[in-house]
């Protein structure tokens, strides 16, 4: 192979190598944002910038190659600026290592106290004999320093980043995270060789870089260091993306059961207020049709008791009144007593129909709504009209009483507050619901203002006498432009009533 195919190769190699570790860096640097995370942000940030900064290194080692090659000679600042961006990087990976290693729950493991026994002892070795080499004279400075930089940092760095990876693979392992616990594992095992390569520096004259270096791999194997070295970092590339896209895929899982469990409870709390809804209404009902049953109960003690009583009163008055006609005096008071018991009946009369008026049962709605505005409205001189729509027909009693309800109650409403004399009254009946509306042209009123008690009572009852059966209640006014009031109540709440 001819030297320019040769450069090339090289120079491909050493892209990829500085592409793989530079978007490992990039991965671990997002994967820092994120929660729950691969690890701990402050664990995987010396990771990020490891893979970052060796990348950059990598492609500068590039740049420095190819004027080598060309034959230009190049400031010297730049290869040591190579050589302390190669050092910072393998730093950095130190910092991870201890950090991985002084987390983990498995540091006191007898495998792992071996290897870092092995580890302080090749350091020891390569002080010595870096020591050595120094006095005897015979350094290169720029080779020497390159070969202490992958001895001192490069190996220790590398054999730690394994060692913690393969840790939090165990930890993984232990939590049942068995496809985090392969992709962290394949990571360590790149980490590992990867260390191990660093062994093979450029030749240097001190041990063991005399024999065991660079020159010395290609010549048995036929292969460049650098092709082992990228085929390593291209490993751990993998195998760290892999573990961030397997905890995203856990993220994911973990907010789609979030949201399941939301989801399931909100349906539980939508089914708890449809109850509760439910009960609302069906105490309401129970409520309304007490009342009625208690006002009916009273209606009928005062007529049948109480009517009775003042009939009897009447009838024997009117016997005094023969039994006196000789003693004016008396005939007097007798006629006075006689014209108070008319007016006491005529007010239990009006009470009694106030309770319970009894032609709501015998006759039904609509002629109780023309004998309410007759007996109540006309005489004060109101116009109170009553228009029916559709085929009329008996409705439950309980319907009946609360449509009559709020037509007296707004009615009411309308002489007291509307400031007219005029109100329409439509009853619809249709085979879909019933409804009412009464409609004025007062003076209105605006329905979202909130009104203190007593203040807006009425319109609190009406409306909690619809709903007890079912029905809903509109309000559509705006001062100065009247009020009409609609209650219905569909055909289906009628056959649950």
């Not at 209404?281 to 409520?287: D, P, Q, S, V």
């Not at 007529?303 to 039994?323: G, M, P, R, V, W």
Request: charged share 20%.
């Amino acid at each position: 192979m001819s030297d320019t195919g040769l450069h090339f190769d090289i120079l491909i190699v050493f892209f990829i190598y500085g592409a793989a570790f530079f978007t490992m860096g990039l991965a671990m640097a997002l994967e820092t944002s994120r929660s729950p995370s691969l690890a701990a942000a402050n664990l995987l940030r010396p990771l990020a910038a490891f893979g970052l900064l060796h990348g950059l290194h990598e492609w500068l080692e590039i740049f420095l190659l190819q004027f080598v090659w060309l034959g230009v000679k190049l400031p010297d600042w730049l290869s040591w600026a190579r050589l302390g961006l190669l050092a910072i990087s393998f730093a950095v990976l130190i910092h991870y290592g201890v950090q991985a290693f002084r987390l983990s729950k498995r540091k006191s493991a007898p495998m792992a106290a071996l290897g870092l026994g092995i580890l302080a002892i090749f350091i020891l070795v390569i002080v010595i004999n870096a020591v050595v080499a120094y006095q005897a004279g015979q350094v290169i400075w720029l080779r020497f320093t390159d070969a202490l930089i992958r001895y001192l940092l490069a190996v220790p760095g590398a054999l730690l980043a394994a060692q913690g990876l393969h840790f939090q693979g165990l930890a993984a392992k232990a939590e049942g995270r068995r496809p985090l616990e392969v992709s962290l594992q394949w990571a360590a095992l790149g980490f590992g060789i990867y260390g191990l390569t660093q062994i093979f520096v450029n030749p240097v004259d001190m041990f063991p870089a005399r024999w065991i270096n660079a020159d010395a791999f290609l010549a048995v194997t036929g292969l460049p260091i650098q092709v082992i070295r990228s085929a390593m970092a291209i490993l751990v590339m993998i195998g760290t993306i892999r573990a961030t896209q397997v905890v995203e895929t856990e993220r994911q899982n973990q907010l789609l059961a979030t949201q399941q469990a939301r989801l399931e409870a909100l349906e539980q709390i939508q089914v708890e207020l449809t109850k509760r809804e439910a009960l609302r209404r069906a105490l309401l009902r129970h409520t309304v049709r007490a009342q009625e049953d208690e006002r009916a109960r009273i209606a009928r003690e005062l007529h049948d008791e109480t009517a009775q009583i003042l009939s009897a009163f009447a009838l024997d008055l009117a016997t005094l009144q023969n039994t006196l006609h000789g003693h004016p005096d008396a005939v007097m008071l007798i006629e006075r007593l006689q014209t108070l018991s008319r007016q006491m009946s005529q007010g239990l009369y009006h009470l009694v129909h106030d309770l319970r008026p009894a032609q709501l049962d015998d006759l039904g709605l609509v002629p109780t709504l023309n004998y309410l505005f007759e007996r109540d409205f006309s005489p004060k001189g109101f116009d109170i009209s009553l228009d029916v729509h559709g085929e009329v027909r008996r409705l439950d009693p309980i319907l009946e009483t609360v449509f009559f309800r709020v037509a007296q109650e707004a009615i009411t409403n309308v002489v007291r507050h509307a400031k007219t004399k005029k109100a329409q009254i439509q009853l619809e009946y249709t085979p879909e619901q019933t409804a009412l509306r009464v409609i004025d042209s007062g003076i209105g009123f605006d329905p979202t203002e909130t009104f203190n008690p007593p203040r807006g009572w009425g319109l609190a009852g009406m409306r909690e006498r619809v709903e007890s059966v079912g029905g809903k209640l509109r309000i559509q006014s705006a001062p100065g432009e009247g009020t009409t009031i609609e209650v219905v109540v569909p055909f289906s709440a009628q056959l649950l009533s």
